[in-house]
Nanobody
Framework: QVQLVESGGGLVQAGGSLRLSCAASGRTFSITATGWFRQAPGKEREFVAAISWRGGRTYYADSVKGRFTISRDNAKNTVYLQKNSLKPEDTADYYC??????????????????WGQGTQVTVSS
């Protein structure tokens, strides 16, 4: 199994920045990709960004492209989500998740095998 712990959430004003971290432990050698998802109150969980564990391929949702950057530090088994130019509509609980069976950088939450507990991000206007 893989355990994931997110951190870095908080309250920030519109236009500000935050960096989320997702630290993995356990069978990290099985990870093929890490994704970030978010869920706002009353809305469905949506894909934000993903990065392959090897090679560094990335993929972003259109809503965050150019503002968010996903990166990884394999030595630390940690994936980061740098969020700049934050907007009130970025307010949500953010979750990281890992794939262990495909290399597809899926945007579908059902393709991810392990999930963190989430970290809350609130962007005030």
């Amino acid at each position: 199994q893989v355990q994931l712990v997110e951190s870095g959430g908080g309250l920030v004003q519109a236009g500000g920045s935050l960096r989320l971290s997702c630290a993995a432990s356990g069978r990290t050698f099985s990870i093929t990709a890490t994704g970030w998802f978010r869920q706002a109150p009353g809305k469905e969980r949506e894909f934000v960004a993903a990065i392959s564990w090897r090679g560094g391929r990335t993929y972003y949702a259109d809503s965050v492209k150019g503002r968010f950057t996903i990166s990884r530090d394999n030595a630390k088994n940690t994936v980061y989500l740098q969020k700049n130019s934050l907007k009130p509509e970025d307010t949500a609980d953010y979750y990281c998740a890992v794939e262990t069976s495909t290399y597809s950088l899926s945007t579908y939450s059902r393709n991810y095998d392990y999930w963190g507990q989430g970290t809350q991000v609130t962007v005030s206007s």
